[in-house]
């Protein structure tokens, strides 16, 4: 089974300031990596499919990176409304689906 | 609008059955895949697996096998996770999430609201 891993997990940040965030699979999995962003209470929501594909609607300050074992999601300019717990996903294996533990963005 | 609306808060007692559902609309439902995920209280989440409402094909997490049934009619475009003797370890929040899938695409893009379900004596 692939597994993921994310660093860190946790992090405090100011608002303006340049989040990245880390995502791991266990071995090569190509492109096939998604970012979800989940608040308090709320459903997940894709942000980046496919490593750098940004979802509609989601605002530009949102950026992937990566392929095969390591990729970054990426916060240019944090806002308010980005303080979240982010997710990693693989979509490699076929019908396999695997998220990483999480990261926790939240305000310094 | 595309949708996912999932049936409400469930309390049930240990070994008790249970079925909840997820009706999806604003989309043909028989061709894209239903992907539901489990997420314990203050936990993260968890991938337990698929089904294609159009042929009922179902994949499952190794981790889920054999301790939740996913199934689905297509005549009331709606998705259902079953449990035939619940535990108190089935306490969460269970999304369901439909799949999208293109060249390197293969995410899940639309989120049911979720159900918590509390399993306790």
């Known amino acids: 089974d692939i597994q993921m891993t994310q660093s860190p997990s946790s992090l405090s940040a100011s608002v303006g300031d340049r989040v990245t965030i880390t995502c791991r699979a266990s071995?090569?999995?190509?492109?096939?990596l998604n970012w979800y962003q989940q608040k308090p209470g709320k459903a997940p929501k894709l942000l980046i499919y496919?490593?750098?594909s940004l979802q509609s609607g989601v605002p530009s300050r949102f950026s992937g990176s990566g392929s095969g074992t390591d990729f970054t999601l990426t916060i240019s300019s944090l806002q308010p409304e980005d303080f979240a717990t982010y997710y990693c996903?693989?979509?490699?294996?076929?019908?396999?689906?695997?998220f990483g533990p999480g990261t926790k963005v939240d305000i310094k | 609008e595309v949708q996912l609306v999932q049936s409400g808060a469930e309390v049930k007692k240990p070994g008790e059955s249970l079925k909840i559902s997820c009706k999806g609309s604003?989309?043909?439902?028989?061709?894209?895949?239903i992907g539901w995920v489990r997420q314990m209280p203050g936990k993260g989440l968890e991938w337990m697996g698929i089904?294609?409402?159009?042929?009922?094909?179902?994949r499952y997490s190794p981790s889920f096998q054999g301790q939740v049934t996913i199934s689905a009619d297509k005549s009331i475009s709606t998705a259902y996770l079953q449990w035939s003797s619940l535990k108190a370890s089935d306490t969460a929040m269970y999304y369901c999430?439909?799949?999208?899938?293109?060249?390197?695409?293969?995410?899940?893009?639309?989120w049911g609201q979720g159900t918590m379900v509390t399993v306790s004596s």
């Open positions: 999430a439909r799949h999208r899938r293109g060249e390197l695409l293969s995410a899940f893009d639309i």
């Open positions: 089904i294609y409402p159009g042929d009922s094909d179902t």
């Open positions: 996903q693989q979509s490699y294996s076929t019908r396999i689906f695997t």
């Open positions: 604003g989309y043909s439902f028989t061709s894209y895949w």
């Open positions: 071995q090569s999995i190509s492109s096939y």
């Open positions: 496919a490593a750098s």
